[in-house]
Every structure is written in structure tokens, then in C-alpha cells.
């Protein structure tokens, strides 16, 4: 299994995606283990439909992932010869498809008003509204705050390069006076001496980089403290802010493939989704409702 791990590493996965794919293979580790099966060379179709009648109490997407997983190493284990069968086609092809979900947004009074919500007297609050910012007024993702280092800020050319950690595409944004301006207070008076290369750290000992759940309770933290009604109802973490951007960026009549640069998508279709949100755009597609000639149906009532 390590040794197929690296070879999907070498082919381009991202390490989310690998950490996700040794979980699932790790369920039939364990699994070939509880049925006394120490060799590749003894893994046969009792052992795969046994484990596969098993994920039912796992979520559809669970099954899925861990079918995809499944069927990946049960090639490679026959490409490399390691098995004297393919035995892929045991593994089932799953109908999932995830579903679509209308994106978390706050208003633009409502982000206002968070940004309102910070005290930015003290170091903490300095380094809190530059990183909301930077989910807010450019659409980072969490991880790419979290990463951000002094190299990725070109102050002569007032702009923000770096590699994307999801897509792994480089991408240039401006670097907005009212961000830089916060950027600049939180390294002036706030940021810990630190020889780290990463822009945020920790507010208290160690003084390591920040981490993506620590953020995500940040903007939860201020957006509750904002009042901002059906928090708890709605995401309430960065990544909510980013679609907030878009929906502002809609409002706004935006061209879409625009959007699609700003937030760092590879294609517009990523975009399509925020489509959803522009309920000013939506209404002006609604149509009207026909008369329906009917003996139950009068006047616009039914009888």
C-alpha cells in the first residue's frame, strides 16, 4: 500500500486527496487482517465482496470514495503483478453524485459589520482582520491564509503571488490598500518575533504558523459577536466569506470568467455554481404562471 501511495503521489494527487485514499484503504487493511490474510497473494473474491458488503453503514459519499479507492489499488496490484487476476471487476461502479448546494453568503452590511465586530487595539485583533480581509475583500481560502508567507506579498507592485494549495495554479490579486494598510499594523505591532517565514502566527507560545481550524473558529467567533441573525443556521467559517465575495462580485454584474480569476477557479464552470445565489438575476428569468383551464382552477383559485 505505500509503495501505491507513492505511485498516486506521482501521478499528481494533492495530499488531501491521498490522506483520504489511505483512510479507506486502511478500513480494508484491517479488514484483511480480521480475516487472517497476510498475503497479497491471498486476497481473493471472498475477501473483496466481504469488505464491500460491509460499507453499508457508511455514508453514500464514504462508499463511493472507498470503492474508487478499492478499485485504483486492486489495478495497480494487478499491473505490477502483484496479483495473478484483475480482480476490478468485483468492485461495483457507484451512481453517486454529490449533491449541490447553495452556497453560505452574508451581506455586504452583514461582512461590514463584522469587520466592525474586531478589536483591533490588541495584537490578536490586528492579525484577526487582516486574515478576514483576505477571505473577505479577495476570496483566499483558508488554506492559502494559513500559508501565506512574506515572500507571496510584492510590495513594489502592490499584489499577492503565490501557488494555490488546491489547485496547485499560481495566481496574482491586488493587494488592496485597506488590506495592506492591515497587514502592515499586524507585522508592525502585533505579529511575534519569529524567524517562521509565514505571515500569521499563533497569538500565544509556541508562536508556530496558524492552522485552517483555528481560523475557521475565528470567523465564527466574530461573526456571532457581529449579532448577524442564523449563524448557527448557515457555514459560519473563511470559506463563507469567499462565497460572500462572489455574491458581491454578482450584485455587481461581474462577467463571470472574472469571478473565476479573482476566486482562483481553473474554469468557469466552478463558478456556475454562485449563479444560484443571484436572486435579483433569478427573478428576472422568472416566468409568468399560464391560466390552467380547468373545472378546479378559477380566476386564479381552486375551487
Known sequence: MKSFFEFRKSQGLSEDTLASNKLYLHRFLCYLNSNNVSRILDINNKHILGFINGLGIFSKSTIHCTLSSLRNFLRYLFDRQHLDYDLT??????????????????????????????????????????????????????????????????????????????????????????????????????????????????AQQPYDRLEEPTLHSIVSFYLKRAGINNVDQKKHGPHALRHSLAGILLEQKTPLPVISEVLGHTN?????????????????????????????????ELQ
Not at 483576505?134 to 507592485?157: N, Q, V
Not at 463558478?271 to 383551464?293: E, F, G
Open 89 to 202: 471487476y468485483l468492485v461495483p461502479k457507484s451512481s453517486y453524485k454529490k449533491d449541490v448546494r447553495i452556497p453560505t453568503t452574508y451581506t455586504k452590511e452583514e461582512i461590514e459589520r463584522l469587520l466592525m465586530s474586531v478589536d483591533r487595539s490588541s495584537p490578536k485583533g490586528k492579525r484577526d482582520v487582516a486574515m478576514i480581509l483576505l477571505a473577505a475583500r479577495l476570496g483566499l481560502r483558508a488554506s492559502d491564509i494559513c500559508g501565506l508567507k512574506f515572500e507571496h506579498i510584492h510590495w513594489e507592485t502592490n499584489t499577492i503571488q503565490f501557488i494555490q494549495k488546491k489547485t496547485k495554479e499560481k495566481i496574482e490579486l491586488p493587494l488592496l490598500v485597506e488590506l495592506g494598510n492591515a497587514i502592515i499594523d499586524y507585522l508592525k505591532y502585533g505579529r511575534p518575533v519569529s524567524d517562521l517565514p509565514y505571515v500569521f502566527l499563533r
Open 268 to 300: 468557469s464552470e466552478s463558478t456556475k455554481t454562485y449563479l444560484s445565489i443571484d436572486l435579483d438575476s433569478l427573478r428576472q428569468c422568472a416566468l409568468d404562471v399560464p391560466i390552467i383551464q380547468s373545472l378546479h382552477y378559477k380566476g386564479g
